[in-house]
């Protein structure tokens, strides 16, 4: 038997991101003892790529903003399927997280009286998100941070220990947790670093995983986005919803490698570019669908003009909806038309002076030229759909964040149900705060709640330690976790992408049966001290697991939605809105359920008009809203 | 696809390590990076590196490419010439765990010792009212993605293992510099921590930091300088100066932490209350697995004097100008035989 470290707390936070560090900031307020466990060194969170800014409608901008209309843009941005509770919550306790940044030492931009700025974002009604300039994720992250800092000096002076009540482990990453007696018991993993193994002996888990980016070739997420907390969650017995749910933006960067999965912002097109294929032909004229017809121009003259008059001619169909252009993109690569990278040709270098393009899109310039030696002003962007952010997650209670085990927790990216099918920008860093601190404040409550705590039985830990050890013992005889990866994604790329259709869905669950038979008999070499070809293999199964939920997932929701886009149903469908997805774990494969969606407090309900439900209820439920209605005006 | 070209990569662990060859496809518009992922798929599955957004923001894939610390993600293959060999090595000031990985604990440990914001009292949250004008001077410091790279370059510890205990560096120092500027922060006594307890006074301003900053933050302008001044003011008062000759150290309420004596002194060797031992204290009280016995590598010579230090200011020196921890006649990017990345030796030979 292998030695194994052993660590007893109260409260284990599984990821260090912005919900993590939230979360293991409550926990030990609440005076517990707390773990948290970073897949990378501590203040490298992925929620540093984060940008534009946390959404709080705190009125600073315009007095009009509060909770309600901010609560009504979420549900919109989400066609109406989010957890209309976590949308509640999310937009009334949203101001309260940001001001308490600033006890923490926070800066953000300011307003000219000296209260925190806020900026526009698409599907805000108000200007509602705190910012500092285009790093507001590193700012959340280094606060939160350094909280932790201030609160282990605290334990410092008190008990002569930096670590005596909340540690980090750094470079940690887990690959099971135990549940004894239908209750989390604790965790297993291991140090990246020495490739040891640690045991975790806890009544409270939060996951604070963040998202599954990495099972797509392109993606802006970075390698720790594996969908391990998704996974975990399931093998323990929990379940995830709205997993056909994930955004891509149609024009990220596909070539070069070093700025593949970067965004392209929208108003490059806006702008002038223009999309086109490997013939040279902009193709986008091809794709202009019926109800669109009248508003798009139908010749490249017509759309040229449009740009300096826009009051006389019709728009450049680049500029369609964003699921529109997306595939289009996709139709013209699958008909063998695209780049070598797989993606098409964004060209505003031939149609516009470098000094025109220096003036209006600074910022990407600079990045192309930094990053990549790429001068977008002398020759055409490589772009297609890349992958962003993951809707679905674990299902939580909305005020506790507790998943279905008794003792575990999710919050933040890694979580389902907030965002609905699509997420508004500057909602996920309020997002991970709001609910980062409900995971750890119940996550407390439940470690005290848990009197007698169960113990992780020697033969759970016994499974777990084999689990880990057998790529390395398979050697590199094995099947290459590298191929298997980039395999991975290509399938994901190609057939569970940002167009779906249900041929392409029924191969893609062959393809994943397949690999998931290979992820058996992956194999590496090398040793157990820092060696990422062991890490990957151990992260594929992972991957696998969630890749199958949206796949099977993907298939079933019959309509188009946010962040699911089916080809044979490009509609969408009042009925489907009331229903969620929920996949579980049984044995090794993934199990879809229908569950229906909570139905929003009446209250609520009323905060929209009529209009504007219509489009998204059945008559069924206009009905009740108008005897609603009825009601409150007698 | 693209042409092989030759990369030259440290091998190895705490123990033992060599540059290794390799000839990899480079294809256009790559990053150093992406050439080690190349690596890690094609050649060498279980090569440590770390990484993680692969776009400049977080900081993790610090290392030294020809001798010179930069991100992998942010050095491209097109500033090299094609028939050259790239070195990459790991950062040389910190242990080594495995390849290009290194024990970068320090510099949590250091973090550690600076007492946090702390907040204004009877000021509710909500209630805080900054001009932009005022915040933006922390806000450039809050820019640090704490890559290090400035820790690593820093002469006064990068071959001076036996200053760690007692300087900070300039990633802390800007850390400092940002409570100090902060407008709300209640504590008034950055300074005077940034000498006593910081070590700042060992820095002489040679701006290895500021070049290797790859968010372009001001270190040594903006932060060390502005950190320094009040210092300075007080330690060079005449009447000061008179009393540290005439009383003996420990008479005095203030340590003598500042640049032409403080590199001397060492834990044991100087008066009780020198910023080493009292770093070295909380350090050992703090616990955490720091190993301050590494030999450090020999490096590149230093211009030092007679004294074994670099000059104090550029009036002593032989060039005008700040000097080069690596000798003002090395130009970057380095000749491959001439980078002699030197492993350090395991702690418990010697």
């Given at each position: 038997m292998t030695n194994i470290e052993r660590h007893n707390y109260d409260v284990v936070v599984i990821g260090a991101g912005g919900a993590g560090l939230r979360a293991a900031i409550e926990a030990r307020l609440a005076g517990k003892r707390t773990a948290i466990i970073s897949k990378?060194?501590?203040?490298?969170?992925?929620?540093?790529?984060?940008?534009?800014g946390a959404a709080a409608?705190?009125?600073?901008?315009?007095?009009?903003?509060n909770w309600m209309v901010h609560f009504r843009d979420t549900m919109r941005g989400g066609k109406f399927l989010n957890n209309f509770r976590m949308a509640e919550l999310h937009a009334t306790e949203a101001p309260e997280r940001i001001w308490e940044l600033e006890t923490y030492g926070a800066l953000f931009d300011r307003t000219s009286d000296g209260k925190i700025s806020q900026r526009n974002f698409g599907g805000?009604?108000?200007?509602r998100l705190a910012h500092v300039g285009d790093r507001t994720g590193l700012e959340l992250i280094r606060t939160l941070q350094q909280k932790i800092v201030s609160l282990q000096q605290e334990d410092f002076a008190a008990t002569?220990?930096?670590?005596?009540?909340l540690r980090v482990f750094a470079e940690t990453t887990i690959t099971e947790l135990f549940v004894e007696n239908g209750r989390i018991a604790g965790c297993f993993g291991y140090y990246r670093e020495s490739g040891e193994f640690v045991l975790f002996e806890t009544p409270s888990i939060v996951l604070?995983?963040?998202?599954?980016?990495?099972?797509?070739?392109?993606?802006?997420?970075?390698?720790?986005?594996?969908?391990d907390g998704h996974a975990l969650a399931m093998r323990a017995g929990a379940t995830l919803i709205n997993m056909e749910f994930l955004q891509f933006h149609?024009?990220?960067?596909?070539?070069?490698?070093?700025?593949?999965?970067?965004l392209v912002t929208e108003s490059v097109r806006g702008d002038g570019g223009v999309l086109k294929n490997s013939e040279g032909k902009r193709f986008m004229f091809d794709y202009v669908p019926d109800v669109f017809r009248k508003q798009y121009a139908e010749t490249e003259e017509e759309a040229d003009r449009w740009y300096t008059d826009p009051d006389n001619n019709r728009r450049p169909p680049?500029?369609?909806p964003r699921d529109e252009v997306a595939r289009a993109i996709n139709s013209e690569v699958k008909a063998g038309?695209?780049?070598?990278?797989g993606g098409i040709y964004l060209d505003i270098a031939s149609r516009r002076s470098p000094e025109f393009i220096l003036k209006r899109l600074p910022s990407m310039h600079h990045q192309f030229k930094e990053l990549?030696?790429?001068?977008i002003t002398a020759s055409p962007m490589e772009v297609g759909p890349t992958c962003h952010y993951v809707m679905g997650g674990v299902e939580v209670?909305?005020?506790?964040?507790?998943?279905?085990?008794?003792g575990l927790f999710a919050a933040g990216e890694?979580?389902?149900?907030?965002?609905?099918?699509n997420r508004l920008g500057g909602n996920s860093l309020s997002d991970l705060l709001v609910f980062g601190k409900r995971a750890g404040e119940y996550a407390a409550r439940h470690a005290d709640e848990a009197v007698k705590r169960a113990k992780v039985s020697a033969a759970a830990l016994n499974a777990a330690v084999e689990t880990a050890l057998a790529p390395l013992g398979r050697?590199?005889?094995?099947?290459?976790p590298y191929t298997l990866h980039s395999e991975l994604q290509q399938v994901m790329n190609d057939l569970v992408g940002i167009i779906r259709r249900r041929s392409e869905l029924e191969e893609s669950l062959g393809r994943l049966a397949d690999l998931k038979e290979r992820v058996k008999k992956v194999g590496v070499a090398g040793?157990?001290?820092?060696?990422p070809g062991w890490h990957l293999a151990l992260d594929l199964r992972n991957m696998l697991a969630v890749s199958e939920c949206t796949a099977k997932a993907a298939l079933e929701r019959e309509e188009s939605r946010g962040g699911h886009t089916r080809e044979d149903f490009p509609k969408m469908d009042p009925n489907w809105r009331r229903v969620n997805l929920v996949c579980s774990l049984r044995d090794e494969d993934v199990r879809l359920e229908r569950k229906p969606l909570p139905k929003m407090r009446p209250e609520l309900m009323q905060l929209f008009d009529r209009a504007e439900l219509s489009k998204y209820l059945t008559d069924e439920e206009l009905a009740e809203f108008d005897e609603l209605a009825g009601k409150a005006d007698a | 696809m693209g042409e092989k070209r030759n990369f030259r990569v440290w091998r190895g662990d705490d123990s033992s390590g060599q540059l290794q060859d390799f000839q990899v496809e480079v294809n256009e518009g790559e990053v150093v990076l992406d050439i080690i992922h190349r690596l890690q798929a094609t050649?060498?599955?279980?090569l440590a590196v770390r990484w993680n957004?692969?776009?400049?923001?977080?900081?993790?894939?610090?290392m030294e490419i020809n001798g010179k610390p930069r991100l992998g993600c942010m050095?491209?293959?097109?500033?090299?010439?094609?028939t050259e060999t790239v070195t990459v090595t790991p950062l040389r000031t910190f242990p080594v765990i495995r390849d290009l990985v290194t024990d970068v604990s320090f510099n949590y440990q250091k973090a550690r010792e600076l007492p946090a914001f702390a907040p204004p009292a009877g000021v509710a949250p909500g209630e805080y009212r900054m001009q932009q004008v005022d915040v933006e001077r922390s806000q450039e410091f809050r820019k640090?993605?704490?890559?290090?790279l400035c820790q690593n370059v820093c002469h006064v510890i990068r071959d001076h293992e036996e200053n760690k205990p007692a300087f900070a560096g300039p990633r802390f120092f800007i850390r400092a510099a940002e409570l100090d500027m902060h407008?709300?922060?209640?504590?008034?006594d950055r300074k005077d921590m940034a000498v006593e307890?910081?070590?700042?006074?060992?820095?002489?301003?040679?701006?290895c930091c500021t070049e290797v900053c790859p968010e372009h933050i001001k270190i040594t302008d903006n932060a060390i300088i502005p950190m320094k001044e009040r210092a300075v003011d007080r330690r060079y008062d005449p009447i000061a100066w008179l009393g540290s000759k005439i009383f003996r150290r420990d008479q005095?309420?203030?340590?003598?932490?500042?640049?032409t004596t403080a590199v001397a002194s060492r834990p044991n060797a100087g008066?009780?209350?020198?910023p080493a031992e009292h770093a070295a204290a909380a350090g050992a009280q703090g616990?955490?697995?720091?190993?301050?016995?590494r030999e450090a590598a020999v490096g590149h010579?230093?211009?030092?004097?007679p004294d074994g230090k670099?000059?104090?200011?550029e009036f002593t020196?032989?060039?005008?100008?700040a000097q080069s921890p690596f000798g003002d006649d090395v130009a970057f990017p380095m000749a491959v035989q001439d980078i002699t990345y030197q492993h350090p030796t395991k702690p418990d030979e010697h």
């Open positions: 990378s060194l501590f203040g490298k969170a992925h929620t540093v790529m984060a940008e534009g409608a705190m009125g600073n901008a315009n007095a009009g903003d805000h009604e108000y200007p002569g220990n930096y670590e005596s009540r604070a995983t963040g998202g599954v980016g990495k099972s797509y070739k392109v993606t802006s997420n970075s390698w720790e986005y594996t969908g149609p024009t990220g960067m596909v070539w070069p490698p070093s700025v593949k999965g970067i680049e500029l369609l038309r695209g780049t070598p990278a990549a030696d790429v001068d209670d909305p005020d506790t964040a507790a998943a279905a085990v008794p890694v979580s389902g149900g907030m965002h609905g099918s050697g590199e005889g094995g099947e290459n040793g157990r001290r820092y060696n | 050649q060498a599955p279980d957004c692969k776009a400049g923001k977080c900081g993790s894939c610090s050095t491209r293959m097109s500033t090299f010439e094609p640090c993605i704490e890559c290090f407008p709300l922060d209640a504590r008034t307890e910081q070590g700042i006074g060992y820095c002489n301003i040679t701006k005095l309420d203030r340590p003598a932490g500042y640049a008066t009780t209350s020198s616990d955490i697995s720091m190993n301050w016995h010579a230093a211009p030092v004097g670099l000059p104090v200011t020196g032989e060039l005008a100008g």
